[in-house]
């Protein structure tokens, strides 16, 4: 029979987390706003003003002080040439790409060829983003009217911004939503400062997107419209499909196979459907993205430029050693995952995968935070934790736009190259200090957030509370709850 405080702490399980009750962090900065929720505070909230509409509402201020920071480049930054867009850390793709990959002469993405006398680069022949992307990108300069170039680039900037807004609100939702007890993690999303300095520096905020509502449907038990979006998220970046093989360590712990392989038919249907007819009908131009980052050299952000410049030597094999790299942290974190104790929450296993896919590149641009951010908030919901890592990050981005300062301007300005080396250093080391507390709390779920409340993995969907059947270590001898299966 259950007894009185059995069922208070069951009724306890089921109300939301207030940050303030569990967040010390989130606790003392509440003290600007009148201190912690009280006890009887209204946990809803207001009729209209619930959590998630707050949370709407701070993202969208978040993105237009992203917007409001660029003034200076959108002004006259981007068109002046020379290094201010880089001084005053404003930089973007988005207007620069308007004439150089053709939306300014109304050329078709992936069929018309890019004019060499238009082409930023001399390898470049087509657009080479992957299709989606090249569709969002099309829609933007299909909302850009025809004026003077510079106008016309402002416009197509600001165009890309408000639907790459769109992104933002949908995944600031989506993680809010994911984990219904704690649907104020959103607002860990909505705040950071990595997303409204790199929100508009390029495209990737569409990918992110839709990979948060992929997780959303994983975890409402909905693997094969998880894997839809999923696919459709790889047709706009490559990352996504690490979430794939996420899922499948995971599956194959908890022996639900069956799950995966409805969530991978469901991506792989997906990115045929957007990608044959383009690959069919411009083989060409849809092979530029693949052939691009192939040849592509070894760039900035990465530790190969570092171990590059300091040699003085070129780093050939450069794509050999990456996927090397890559490969052996997958690996690592495949052991991991199988021999720990306890299975490791989806959000973590994923940010891992993500993380040593942005370690182990040959490149890393600085709005690749964004891939990491929201599977950092459903790894480890603490706001020390992730400011810390995010205060590496924009530590970051300041030093690559001056070191860009430096090596186009005059240099009078900027960082040399052994300072950017150090500000590489920096990004790296926040990255890595993130990433060791996530292994820290797999192998010590003590440790683990939203393990200390009582839950398993409420991002796991058809995972929460299911039984291990494949362990290569001990099998775990803490509790595990059973779940029904999933369709």
Not at 84 to 111: E, M, N
Not at 336 to 363: E, H, M, W
Not at 428 to 451: A, K, N, Q, S, T
Request: net charge neutral.
């Amino acid at each position: 029979m259950t007894s009185v405080r059995d069922r208070a702490e069951d009724d306890r399980r089921e109300l939301p987390v207030r940050p303030t009750d569990e967040d010390p962090l989130a606790a003392r900065a509440s003290d600007l706003i009148g201190g912690p929720a009280g006890r009887w505070a209204m946990i809803g909230g207001h009729r209209w003003w619930n959590p998630l509409r707050v949370m709407v509402l701070v993202v969208i201020g978040m993105f237009a002080l992203g917007m409001a920071q660029k003034a200076s480049c959108y002004s006259s930054g981007w068109f002046q040439g020379g290094d201010a867009q880089y001084i005053h850390a404003c930089y973007s793709d988005i207007p620069h790409l308007y004439a150089q990959r053709g939306f300014a002469t109304d050329l078709v993405p992936y069929f018309d060829r890019i004019p060499d006398a238009v082409s930023s680069s001399p390898d470049i022949h087509y657009l080479e983003y992957p299709v989606l992307t090249g569709l969002f990108m099309e829609v933007a300069s299909w909302l850009t009217p025809h004026g003077s170039p510079q106008h016309s680039a402002q416009i197509f900037w600001i165009a890309n911004s408000a639907m790459l807004m769109i992104c933002a609100v949908a995944l600031v939702v989506c993680v809010a939503r994911t984990n219904r007890r704690r649907p104020w993690d959103g607002l860990l999303i909505a705040l950071s400062p990595a997303l409204a300095l790199t929100a508009t520096i390029n495209w990737d905020l569409f990918a992110v997107a839709l990979v948060a509502a992929a997780t959303l449907l994983w975890s409402r038990r909905h693997p094969a419209a998880a894997g839809v979006l999923i696919g459709l998220a790889a047709c706009a970046k490559i990352y996504p499909v690490l979430l794939l093989a996420a899922l499948f360590i995971l599956c194959l712990r908890a022996g639900r196979m069956r799950q995966w392989v409805v969530a991978l038919g469901g991506a792989a249907v997906a990115w045929i459907l957007v990608n044959l007819p383009v690959m069919l009908l411009a083989p060409d131009g849809w092979a530029q993205f693949y052939t691009f980052s192939q040849n592509r050299h070894t760039d900035y952000g990465s530790f190969w430029l570092i171990i590059m410049e300091r040699s003085g030597n070129p780093l050939t094999g450069v794509n050999a050693y990456a996927t090397a790299l890559m490969l052996l942290l997958s690996a690592g974190i495949a052991a991991i995952a199988l021999y720990a104790s306890r299975r490791p929450r989806l959000g973590q296993l994923a940010f891992l995968l993500v993380a040593a896919l942005v370690i182990s590149d040959k490149v890393y641009s600085p709005q690749y935070v964004l891939w990491l951010l929201p599977l950092a908030v459903l790894a480890r919901p603490r706001w020390r934790d992730l400011l810390i890592w995010q205060g590496a990050e924009v530590l970051y981005l300041i030093g690559i736009w001056m070191r860009l300062a430096y090596v186009t301007g005059t240099k009078h300005h900027g960082l040399t190259a052994d300072a950017y080396h150090l500000a590489i250093a920096v990004h790296l080391l926040g990255l890595l200090y993130l990433c060791g507390l996530v292994v820290r709390d797999i192998l010590l779920p003590e440790h683990d957030v939203l393990r200390q409340g009582g839950e398993d993995d409420p991002t796991g969907g058809v995972l929460d509370g299911a039984e291990d059947v494949f362990v290569l270590g001990t099998f775990p001898q803490e509790p595990q709850y059973a779940a029904p299966d999933g369709p």
